[in-house]
C-alpha cells in the first residue's frame, strides 16, 4: 500500500521517498523533547509544545497497524540560501504528507494521521497569536513527542547529519 501511496504523492509533483518502520523502533528521548523548550517557537506555534496534547505517544503509536517514515531530501546547490532550502524541504513534507492523509482517507482510513519534520512553517509570518490559521493543515513535529528521527531513520539505512552538507533530508512519520 504505501508504493501506491508514494506514487500518488509523486504524481502530484512532491519528491518523497518512504519505508515502512515497527513502532518499537522509535526511540523516544526526553532529552529531544526538551530541546523544544529552548526553540523560540516554544509556546508560540500552535502545533508545537506546550500547546499540544499530553498524550503517551509511544503508547498511541503502538495502537496504530502501520507505521512510515517518509521523507524529502533537497540539494544544498551552491547559490540556494541554507534558509531557503530548509523552509523549502519542511513544506515540501507537510504537504506531501497532508496529500498521503488524504489518499489513505478515500481508501478507508479514517484515522490516519501525519507528523511533520521540524516546525510547521505553512504560513510564512509564523503562527498568529491568537489561533491557527490551517488548524486543518498543520501538523505536529515528530521531535515534539520526543522522537529521535535522527537515531530512529538510522536503523533503517537513512543517515542524516548535522550540519547538512549535500542535501537537507526532511523525515516525518505517517501512520494508519
Known sequence: MLEEIIKYVRELGYPIYGCMINSSDLVFEERVRMNCFYCGK?????????????LDYKKMFSEFDNIAMIYVSLSLQ?????????????????????????????????????FIGGSCKLCKSGCAPTKCANPYKARTPVE????????TAS??????????DKDMKRVGLLLW
Open 42 to 54: 516554544y509556546n508560540n506555534a500552535w502545533k508545537c509544545p506546550p500547546r499540544i496534547p499530553e
Open 78 to 114: 551552491e547559490g540556494k540560501d541554507y534558509s531557503t532550502v530548509r523552509t523549502e524541504s519542511s513544506v515540501k513534507l507537510h504537504l506531501a504528507l497532508l496529500e498521503c492523509e488524504k489518499w489513505l482517507y478515500q481508501h478507508n482510513n479514517s484515522t490516519a494521521l501525519s
Open 144 to 151: 515534539a513527542l520526543g522522537i529521535n528521527i535522527l537515531r
Open 155 to 164: 536503523k533503517y539505512g537513512l543517515e542524516i547529519t548535522f550540519p547538512p
